[in-house]
């Protein structure tokens, strides 16, 4: 089942997202101050997304509805019982690149077409998806991984403890390390 610390994980893991209490509870995620995704009450998702990307969204889930702003459509509302966890961190990334500034979209992007192996220095041993989450994070060689702490490469969707078991044997071969 999908659940709100899905969508947390999925959207905190996008590049320069921001997690803002409102009330009740809710949660708004977003990028350089742009609201791309949302907790709703009765445990929903709220994705701003393109006109476009709504109507394709509301096609495939009918138990979804418009999300609305003074009368204007702004995106989607889905239920995360009506939405499979694949397919939130799909729509939940199309909203982020809605709403993420060019330069960010750009270097996402650009990380879709990263090949292990083929991205900085970084090792070919770590794969795909870590190759992809680190180069959309910006991360593209290992003096960078040294900037960040175990836990911070772990939160990125798409590195986990093998990637980052292999990233520390990588940067204890140049005598560095992860930061405390």
């Given at each position: 089942?999908?659940?709100?610390?899905?969508?947390r994980?999925?959207?905190?893991?996008?590049?320069?997202?921001?997690?803002?209490?409102?009330?009740?509870?809710?949660?708004?995620?977003?990028?350089?101050?742009r609201r791309?995704?949302?907790?709703g009450g009765?445990?929903?998702?709220?994705?701003?997304?393109p006109?476009?990307?709504?109507v394709?969204f509301?096609?495939a889930?009918?138990?979804?509805?418009?999300?609305?702003?003074?009368?204007?459509?702004?995106?989607?509302?889905?239920g995360?019982?009506?939405?499979?966890g694949?397919q939130?961190?799909?729509?939940?990334?199309?909203?982020?690149?809605?709403?993420?500034?060019?330069r960010?979209?750009?270097?996402?992007?650009?990380?879709?077409?990263?090949?292990?192996?083929?991205?900085?220095?970084?090792?070919?041993?770590?794969?795909?998806?870590?190759?992809?989450?680190?180069?959309?994070?910006?991360i593209?060689?290992?003096?960078?991984?040294?900037?960040?702490?175990?836990?911070?490469?772990?939160?990125?969707?798409?590195?986990?403890?093998?990637?980052v078991?292999i990233?520390?044997?990588?940067?204890?071969?140049?005598?560095?390390?992860?930061?405390?």
């Open positions: 089942m999908t659940t709100i610390a899905q969508l994980k999925t959207a905190m893991s996008l590049q320069a997202a921001t997690e803002e209490p409102r009330g009740s509870g809710t949660v708004a995620f977003t990028v350089h101050g791309f995704a949302a907790t009765n445990n929903e998702a709220l994705l701003h997304l006109e476009a990307e709504a394709e509301l096609a889930y009918p138990a979804a509805g418009r999300l609305t702003h003074g009368g204007k459509s702004i995106g989607v509302r889905v995360l019982g009506d939405i499979k694949q939130l961190n799909h729509w939940v990334r199309r909203a982020w690149l809605s709403r993420a500034p060019k960010l979209v750009a270097q996402a992007t650009a990380a879709d077409n990263a090949v292990p192996g083929a991205v900085g220095d970084l090792p070919s041993a770590i794969g795909r998806p870590a190759t992809h989450a680190l180069t959309a994070a910006g593209t060689t290992l003096a960078q991984v040294a900037e960040r702490t175990r836990a911070d490469l772990q939160a990125m969707h798409g590195v986990g403890p093998r990637a078991g990233l520390h044997d990588a940067l204890s071969a140049e005598g560095r390390s992860f930061q405390d």
